[in-house]
């Protein structure tokens, strides 16, 4: 019964900035690593950004300088500053998440429906 919330995409200019948010709710015994991916059409899954619950991040190389990671464990949220926008940019991006729930207590990824991030002129 968990489940991860995303907001904040849609449709900016190219060097343009948008930040992408998710917040994740439910039985939740522990949240550990947390992380964006995206996704274009005909394109597989990449990974964007992550985050430990230590705070290490990690980056796609596309990515390095432009976008940042962050979270707020007590909202249980993380985020994604964007900017200087490319139209390569342009995906769905997933929050993803490892979480641990009350019930089994076993780490276990989860997924939100994704939000479109658009950059076009």
């Known amino acids: 019964q968990v489940q991860l919330v995303e907001s904040g995409g849609g449709l900016v200019q190219p060097g343009g900035s948008l930040r992408l948010s998710c917040a994740a709710s439910?039985?939740?015994?522990?949240?550990?690593?947390m992380g964006w991916y995206r996704q274009a059409p005909g394109k597989q899954r990449d990974l964007v950004a992550a985050?430990?619950?230590?705070?290490?991040?990690n980056y796609a190389d596309s990515v390095k300088g432009r976008f940042t990671i962050s979270r707020d464990n007590a909202k249980n949220t993380v985020y994604l500053q964007m900017n200087s926008l490319k139209p390569e940019d342009t995906a769905v991006y997933f929050c993803?998440?490892?979480?641990?729930?009350?019930?089994?207590?076993?780490?276990?990824?989860?997924w939100g429906q994704g939000t479109q991030v658009t950059v076009s002129s």
């Open positions: 993803n998440a490892v979480i641990t729930t009350d019930w089994q207590r076993q780490p276990y990824n989860y």
């Open positions: 985050i430990t619950s230590g705070g290490s991040t």
């Open positions: 439910g039985s939740i015994f522990r949240i550990n690593d």
